[in-house]
C-alpha cells in the first residue's frame, strides 16, 4: 500500500511565522499536491508537482511556496503565516498523470 | 473555469433507506473520482470512472457517469451506520498547453445514517 506521510498532525504557530510542513511518499509517485480543506469549501488545490524541481500553481497559491527536491518529499511552505492560513492541509500523491490519488493524514496548522 | 457542485451538501438518512448524491461538473473532463474522508481522517479513493455510462459498484455504494450531462451520481442502497462519512467527487483535467493535470473537488456531502 502507498503511504503518505506529513510529519506533524497539529500544529501552532504564530502570525509572521516562516512555516514549513513536509509530505513524504514512499511509492515513487510522480505527481504530488498540495490541497487545503475548509468547512463548505471542500478541497482546494495550492501547488503541485509533476517532477523534481518542477512545480505548478493551483488554485490559491498565493502566500505559499513549495519544493520538491527529491522525487519522495514535496514540501509546503507558508512564507509569512497569517490567520486566514488556519486550515486542514493535506497532502497527496499519483503514480500517474491521472490516477487516483493517495493521501495523507493532514496536517491542522492554527495560526494565532 | 472548471466549477464541481455536489448536492446535497448534508444528508442525515435513516438506516436502510436509498438516497443519491449527485456530482455535477462544468466542463469536459478526463475522468471522474469519488473519495470518502471519515471524521478525523484523510480521504480514499472509492472509485475511478472513465467514460461516459461507467458504473461501479461497491456494497452498497454505485456511481454512474452521464459525461454529456457532466453529471456523476453515487448512489446509496439501504444505507448502515458505517457509511456515515463525508463523500467528495472529484475531476480530472489535463492542461494541453502545459500537459499537466489538476484535480478538482467538490465541495463535499456530509452522510450521516441514522440506527
Known amino acids: 500500500d502507498v503511504k503518505v506521510t506529513q510529519s506533524s498532525r497539529y500544529l501552532v504557530k504564530r502570525t509572521g511565522e516562516k512555516v514549513f510542513l513536509e509530505c513524504v511518499q514512499d511509492?515513487?509517485?510522480?505527481?504530488m499536491f498540495w490541497y487545503r480543506q475548509d468547512p463548505g469549501l471542500g478541497l482546494r488545490l495550492i501547488y503541485f508537482?509533476?517532477?523534481?524541481?518542477?512545480?505548478e500553481k493551483g488554485d490559491i497559491p498565493e502566500g505559499y511556496s513549495v519544493s520538491r527536491e527529491k522525487k519522495e518529499r514535496f514540501s509546503l511552505i507558508l512564507e509569512s503565516a497569517s490567520t486566514n492560513q488556519t486550515s486542514m492541509y493535506l497532502c497527496?500523491?499519483?503514480?500517474?498523470?491521472?490516477?487516483?490519488?493517495?493521501f495523507g493524514n493532514g496536517t491542522r496548522l492554527t495560526v494565532t | 473555469e472548471l466549477k464541481v457542485e455536489q448536492n446535497p451538501l448534508f444528508l442525515s438518512m435513516q438506516e436502510g433507506k436509498n438516497y443519491t448524491i449527485y456530482c455535477n461538473y462544468s466542463t469536459t473532463s478526463d475522468r471522474l473520482y469519488w473519495y470518502r474522508q471519515d471524521p478525523g481522517k484523510s480521504l480514499e479513493s472509492l472509485f475511478v470512472l472513465l467514460s461516459n455510462g461507467a458504473v461501479k459498484q461497491e456494497g452498497r455504494l454505485m456511481a454512474s457517469l452521464d459525461t454529456k450531462a457532466r453529471l456523476s451520481t453515487l448512489h446509496i442502497t439501504a444505507a448502515v451506520h458505517d457509511l456515515s462519512a463525508t463523500y467528495f467527487c472529484?475531476?480530472?483535467?489535463?492542461?494541453?498547453?502545459?500537459?499537466?493535470?489538476?484535480?478538482?473537488f467538490g465541495t463535499g456531502t456530509r452522510l450521516k445514517v441514522l440506527a
Open positions: 511509492m515513487d509517485h510522480e505527481n
Open positions: 472529484a475531476v480530472g483535467l489535463i492542461f494541453p498547453t502545459s500537459g499537466t493535470y489538476k484535480y478538482i
Open positions: 497527496a500523491s499519483s503514480r500517474v498523470y491521472n490516477s487516483p490519488l493517495h
Open positions: 508537482s509533476y517532477d523534481v524541481k518542477m512545480k
